[in-house]
Structure formats: structure tokens, C-alpha cells
């Protein structure tokens, strides 16, 4: 248990410095990638998951994108026979305002399903939680003015306790408020379980490698799957 918790600490302090140096590697303009194993089915039965996020998102430092968590519930939703495909709308180094002004490109095409990891450069760059929530509820908005239909999930994430308690707790409470208030299933803590295992992570300490990004899929999955089966 003691070594569990120094492990999510040495984590926690980790992200500060690794994901805001993911902002100096974001590409200009990234236009999202099928991560559909096979060509895309014209058939009018299939669907699109767009999964919205950072550099977790986009898989950084993978040797191929087939290790991104969003490419590994693909093969999920393929050994399944399920009519969706998963598009990557990952960038490294994204914000919640770089995801608002980003996110109407993004919905030019058809979406059944939008999956949003956001936030964690907001709140290590100390941006006001209330400012973050209200950017994370533009795009939220935007979605559901553009595909009423769709269902919508929230991959949760932690940050830092040199933050301060009270800022760290304000950023964890934006998850479960919003996923309440927009009736969207909750991934409380994405990288549950990998988050400060040296094993189970890149050098840099903070992006999962490749078994991470396994466990990042099963958490991600363990909401999902009841999404897309319902």
C-alpha cells in the first residue's frame, strides 16, 4: 500500500514538467487518424467514435499508433463484430481552449460517440478549474448541438498535490460534475493502475508504453463497452 502511494506521487509530480513539454512538440494542425484496422465501411450501419484528447489520446512515444489506447479498443470493438470505428483526435500538449477552437473542424464528419480527455495541461499550467470546466462544457455543448444523438464519455484525470489541496481538489470535482450534468458515462482516472509504475511507463515517467497503454484500454473500455452495447 505505502509503495502504491509513493509510486502515484512520484507520478502526480512527474506530470507537471512532462505534459506541458508536450506542448512544444504539438503539431500545427493534426487531422485525426482512423485507427479502423481495415478500409472504413461505407455501409449506412456504422458508426464513429471520436475519441478528443492530448498526447494520451494520440499515443506519444508508441512505436505505432496500433498501441494507442484508442486503436487497442478498436481491436476490441472488431473481435466484438460491433459497427463503429474509432477515429484519434489526440494532440500532444492540448488544452481545453485549444480543444474549444479545435473541436468544429473536427465535427465536419458524422459522430455517434464522443469520448473527451481534457484538462490536465489546464491544471498544470495553474488555469482557474472553473475556467477549464467552462471550456470543457463549450465543447461538450458544441457536440450536443451538432449530434443530439450522440453519447458522450469523460475520461477523468489527476494532477499534482504541490498544486495545493484546495486547487486539487477542485480540478478532480470537474469530472464527475460535468459527467452528472450532461448525463455522460465517467472514467474517473484514466490512467488507474499505471499511473506511477515505472514498468508500465515510457522513460519520461508519465506516458504509459506500451503494456500501460493496455491497462489505459481497459479502463477505458470497462465504460465504454456498456456505451456502445446499451
Known sequence: ???????????????????SCGEK??????????????APSTSAKTKTILFFGNSLTAGYGLDDVSESFPSLIQDKIDSMHLPYKAI????????????????????????DVFVLELGAN?????????????????IIDKVKAKYPGAKLVLLGMQIPPNMGK????????IYPALAAKNNMALVPF??????GVPSLNQPDRIHPNAEGAKIVAENVWEVLQGVLTE
Open 122 to 138: 489546464d491544471g498544470l499550467r495553474g488555469v482557474s478549474p472553473q475556467e477549464t470546466q467552462k471550456n470543457l462544457q463549450d
Open 88 to 111: 484519434n483526435g489526440g494532440v500532444s500538449g492540448e488544452t481545453s481552449a485549444g480543444g474549444k477552437s479545435r473541436i468544429d473542424w473536427l465535427l465536419r464528419q458524422k459522430i
Open 25 to 38: 512538440n504539438k503539431p500545427a494542425n493534426k487531422q485525426p487518424t482512423s485507427v479502423k484496422k481495415e
Open 1 to 19: 500500500m505505502a509503495k502504491r502511494f509513493l509510486n502515484t506521487i512520484s507520478f502526480l509530480l512527474c506530470m507537471m514538467l512532462l505534459f
Open 166 to 173: 484546495n486547487y486539487v481538489t477542485q480540478f478532480k470535482e
Open 190 to 195: 484514466l490512467l488507474q493502475g499505471v499511473g
